[in-house]
Structure formats: structure tokens, C-alpha cells
């Protein structure tokens, strides 16, 4: 049976500045599509499922999943403004840990460009359905709950990297959401309000909470812990990260990892330290490949 993958949402594209207020590359982005752009450069079967405007910035954004062998037939084109994430690099001797910034308002005409809309594609086709599919998802709105309740057949799996992007949902909408995922990638920097949220204490209590099959949450210059049950037995590993080169951009680098850590999870039957150990490798070193390059997808 064939694996397929998934992400659901607004079709966003990256406007990138440079210290100067800049306008340097536009690129398809949002982390959710960055991670299912590189699960197809990793040769996986992707769709995207969303929405985008009529405009030009569509144009580019679904350009960018389409030259990355990613299907865009169930983006459905509406008369609205393509949402625009903006990312400012400062020039590179400003750029440390925390120096880029991601902005829902445009750094020129500090208008909102990033939007999240409820009108959105939430139903596939039959012959789809009889698939293994995989759902990745970064948000959490009404909108993507109704998409994944419609698949029968599915694995969760779920990028918590911003604060803004639960802040406003209460403990209950979020302990149910959740409870749908089989494999959660958590940000450090999110875990103190997720947990203060959920009024749980700790990491170990959250996988117990949602009974998953992977936890991984990253630190990034620090590497990532994984936590996960062997023989019935929860256990946690550290990993850190060989020293990283030069950084041209870092904004994709979650995202490189967590496309990795899908596919090696997707495609094994038995979680344990050797696989922890083998994945960590690979995704450590698709994230050192997209912090080298402008822009938030792989290219080499």
C-alpha cells in the first residue's frame, strides 16, 4: 500500500529582506509546506491541500511547491491576498542565535500579510483515502481538526514551533487536538506555555497524556531530545549536533529535520535507540544543508 503526505493550510510565501529593509528573494515557505516540499525532494509522494489568492505572490508560492514535484491539485484559488510571512536577515555581522526575524507585518508598509482562514479544502477523493497517509500540520485551527477528522486511515504528525500559534486556544481544544497525533516535533522555546497550558510538569507527562509513538523536541544549536517506549518502557535520548559552519540562513533548519524524522518514522516498524541514532544523523545533517543556503527549502 502506497504512502502518501499531507499538509493542510494557507499557502504562504517567504518575502526575505536584508538588514537594509530589502527585498533579496521571494520563495514558497510556511513550515508545513517547507516540510512537505522536503519530504518530496526526499523522493515522497506530497499534496498539498489549501488555499492561496489569484495573485502573483500565489503564483510564486505554488510555483515553488510545483517545481518541488510537490501536487498542488487540491489548492483551490480564491479572490484573497496570498499570505506573506516576512523574514529580515540582518547582514552576516549581526546575524547571531535569535537575529531573524519573522513577521506577520510587512517591515515596509507594517501592514498584516499572514493570514489564517477558515474557508479551506477539507475533503479528499475516495481512491485517496485507501492510502497510508501522513498529515503534517504547524497550526491548529478549527479548520485543520475538520480535515483530519474527514481520514480514517492516518498518521498525525505535528510541529509545535510557535507560541503564537497556541496562545489563544484554550486546555481543552488543545488536549483534544492533540490527542489525534502519533508523533509531535516540540520547540523548546514553546514547552514552558504548552505545559502552563495543558497543567502538566513535564515532557514525560505529555507523551502520557496523548500516548505517542515519538516526541522529539528540539533546541537547536543544542541538538534534540527523543523520547519514545521500548519493550513498554518510556525512554529519552539526547542528542547533540556536529558544530554547524557558517549560517546563511537558519529559518528552514526545523523544518529540514522534522520532513526527516517523518520519513524515517513513516517507513519503520519498531522505535528504539538504533533507530533514534540513525534518524538523528540524517535530519541533523538536512538541517545543516538548508542553514547554508538562502531561503527555507533544501536545493542540494
Known amino acids: 500500500m502506497s504512502k502518501i503526505f499531507i499538509s493542510h493550510g494557507d499557502i504562504i510565501l517567504d518575502n526575505i529582506y536584508n538588514g537594509d529593509l530589502e527585498l533579496i528573494k521571494q520563495d514558497g515557505g510556511g513550515s508545513n509546506w517547507n516540510t512537505l516540499y522536503n519530504l518530496s525532494y526526499l523522493g515522497e509522494t506530497c499534496y498539498a491541500v489549501g488555499t492561496c489568492g489569484k495573485d502573483q505572490e500565489g503564483d510564486i508560492a505554488l510555483s515553488s511547491l510545483k ?25 552576516q555581522n549581526e546575524l547571531g542565535d535569535n537575529s531573524i526575524i519573522h513577521s506577520w ?22 481512491n485517496m483515502l485507501e492510502n497510508d497517509i501522513y498529515i503534517l500540520l504547524d497550526k491548529f485551527e478549527t479548520i485543520n481538526f475538520d480535515f483530519i477528522s474527514n481520514l480514517q486511515k492516518k498518521k498525525i504528525c505535528l510541529d509545535i514551533g510557535h507560541v503564537r500559534f497556541i496562545e489563544h486556544f484554550t486546555k ?17 522555546t514553546v514547552k514552558p506555555l504548552l505545559f502552563e497550558r495543558l497543567q502538566i510538569q513535564n515532557e514525560f ?3 502520557n497524556l496523548l500516548d505517542l509513538d515519538l516526541l522529539v523536541i528540539t533546541k537547536g544549536k543544542k541538538g534534540a531530545t527523543f523520547i519514545f517506549k521500548e519493550n513498554n518502557e518510556l525512554k529519552t535520548i539526547d ?6 559552519a557558517k549560517v546563511i540562513d537558519s529559518s528552514g533548519a526545523g523544518d529540514a529535520f522534522f520532513a526527516s524524522v517523518i520519513q524515517g518514522y513513516a517507513y519503520t516498524d519498531n522505535i528504539n535507540s538504533d533507530f533514534i541514532n540513525k534518524i538523528f544523523s540524517t535530519a541533523n545533517k538536512a538541517s545543516r544543508e538548508v542553514i547554508k543556503q538562502l531561503g527555507s527549502r533544501r536545493t542540494s
Open 67 to 91: 517545481a518541488g514535484s510537490v501536487n498542488i491539485d487540491f489548492v483551490r484559488r480564491d479572490d484573497i491576498s496570498t499570505s506573506i510571512m516576512n523574514i529580515i536577515i540582518p547582514n
Open 105 to 126: 507585518y510587512s517591515p515596509i508598509t507594517n501592514k498584516r500579510t499572514l493570514f489564517f482562514r477558515d474557508n479551506l479544502p477539507t475533503n479528499l477523493p475516495k
Open 172 to 188: 481543552q481544544y488543545l488536549t483534544m487536538f492533540f490527542k489525534t497525533a502519533d508523533f509531535i516535533q516540540l520547540n523548546e
Open 205 to 207: 507527562e505529555f507523551f
Open 239 to 244: 542528542k547533540e549536533p556536529e558544530v554547524i
